[in-house]
């Protein structure tokens, strides 16, 4: 199991950028997959970026498509997730995640199939 700490949230002005922060522990198994989800009040928690950690491939929700990007330093064993442009609808607490995975198959951004999380920063976006 991977441990998983979240940092850098905070409130930021609509248009303007934010970078957080997630700071894993490896655990006994390899971790091909690591993502960012998203929690809104009285909405799902939603994926919006996932990172294979080996191959470098990405993919993103289509309301941060070319506005955020998730990377991974594999030296100091942390995801981030630059924001460019946000708006208030980008309000919510973020969730780093990560599960095992496969060297040969992309990263999804399936919440189920994630099983290790942290506990959140939250994000708010002021108009």
């Known amino acids: 199991q991977v441990q998983l700490q979240e940092s850098g949230g905070g409130t930021v002005q609509a248009g303007g950028s934010l970078t957080l922060s997630c700071a894993a522990t490896?655990?006994?198994?390899?971790?091909?997959?690591m993502a960012w989800f998203r929690q809104a009040p009285g909405k799902e928690r939603e994926g919006i970026a996932s990172?294979?950690?080996?191959?470098?491939?990405?993919s993103y929700a289509d309301s941060v498509k070319d506005r955020f990007a998730i990377s991974h330093d594999g030296a100091k064993s942390t995801l981030s997730l630059e924001m460019n442009t946000v708006q208030p609808n980008d309000t919510a607490v973020y969730y780093c995640?990560?599960?095992?995975?496969?060297?040969?198959?992309?990263?999804?951004?399936?919440?189920?199939?994630?099983?290790?999380w942290g506990q959140g920063t939250q994000v708010t976006v002021s108009s």
């Open positions: 995640a990560a599960r095992t995975g496969s060297l040969w198959v992309p990263c999804d951004l399936n919440r189920d199939q994630y099983t290790d």
């Open positions: 490896k655990g006994g198994s390899p971790t091909f997959c």
């Open positions: 990172i294979h950690v080996v191959r470098h491939s990405t």
